[in-house]
């Protein structure tokens, strides 16, 4: 199927609550919430006891350590906040493929309805956005504590209001809404094929993780690839029609023509690689011909997660 199926969508929810979204990352949301904030006093998190220093609040001394060291300690707490987290998901036509397994839009929608239903599961506020083949190439859906904006994202995805475009939606254009809609210290699963990627992609993605605020986000690349991505196989003449509906001719069984297509592969994969490890944001890789599920415990572990710094 082209377009994943809404009510399997929902069903998901059952298998989320294994996946992990907490790193022990840090965030900067004022409001009352369920991770470590770099703000730190009498919170809800026990944090460290550490030595007395000159101007130290003495309501906080710990006097059991200070009579058994004989200097005097305090007890620093955590406070705990609310993280914001937003899915944004590559509805492009260019996703509507796959030569094994289901299609890359599939998987795409089935990562954003795991990683939605855990991230509602951890207490975060979930927002998403919709990019591609809908209304004016990019739909936005306002974090909030309820599934209300993950709903509205996944009745997108089944195919209810989709339709094609003259022109791509590309990852760069995103990452630039990005910066300008995420607030500091959320956390963001980018979910597509990266493909192609531009110049500028690494300069973009650094805007995202860095903020004009001087603070930071956690970016996660979620990326899904079919086997043909990178092997092109030998069936002889196949005709590949672009977003803007031209047509073109390849056959696939020169030799030749087969090696130039998995080198721009290979040269787009090692961009993508390049910037995330320079910008220090993550990658998870999902395949159409496998589990999601399996591949995202297995990403996100990889990246640390579930795991507190």
């Not at 409001?31 to 904030?37: F, I, K, L, R, T």
């Not at 970016?219 to 899904?224: A, C, E, N, Q």
Request: glycine content about 10%.
């Amino acid at each position: 199927m082209i377009f994943p199926d809404f009510d399997e969508l929902i069903r998901l929810g059952a298998s989320a609550p294994r996946l992990r979204l907490a790193a022990g990352k840090k965030t900067a949301d004022a409001a009352a919430g369920g991770h470590a904030s770099p703000f730190r006093g009498q919170g809800l998190s026990f944090h460290e006891v550490r030595e007395y220093r000159t101007g130290d609040d003495i309501r906080r001394i710990d006097w059991r350590v200070t009579a058994r060291t004989r200097k005097p300690h305090l007890k620093i707490f955590t406070e705990e906040r609310e993280r914001t987290v937003l899915l944004a998901i590559d509805a492009n036509a260019a996703m509507r493929f796959g030569t094994r397994g289901t299609f890359k839009s599939v998987q795409a929608a089935r990562a954003a309805a795991l990683l939605g239903h855990r991230a509602l599961g951890e207490g975060d506020k979930l927002g998403c956005v919709v990019f591609g083949d809908v209304k004016d190439g990019l739909r936005f859906f306002t974090p909030e504590r309820s599934g209300r904006a993950l709903w509205q994202a996944l009745k997108l995805l089944s195919g209810g209001k989709t339709g094609l475009r003259d022109k791509p939606v590309a990852v760069e254009e995103v990452l630039q809404y990005l910066d300008r809609a995420a607030p500091t210290g959320a956390l963001l699963f980018i979910i597509s094929d990266f493909y192609p990627l531009s110049e500028d992609f690494e300069k973009y993605l650094g805007n995202l993780r860095r903020n004009h605020q001087s603070g930071c986000r956690d970016v996660v690349l979620v990326g899904v690839s079919d086997p043909a991505d990178a092997a092109l196989p030998p069936v002889e003449t196949v005709i590949f029609s672009d977003a803007g509906g031209e047509k073109s001719r390849v056959n696939t069984d020169s030799l030749a023509g087969r090696a130039a297509y998995a080198r721009q592969w290979e040269e787009n994969r090692a961009r993508l690689e390049t910037a995330a490890g320079r910008q220090r944001a993550g990658i998870v890789d999902l395949h159409t011909d496998g589990r999601v599920y399996n591949d995202l415990l297995r990403g996100l572990r990889r990246l640390n997660f579930g795991r507190t710094a």
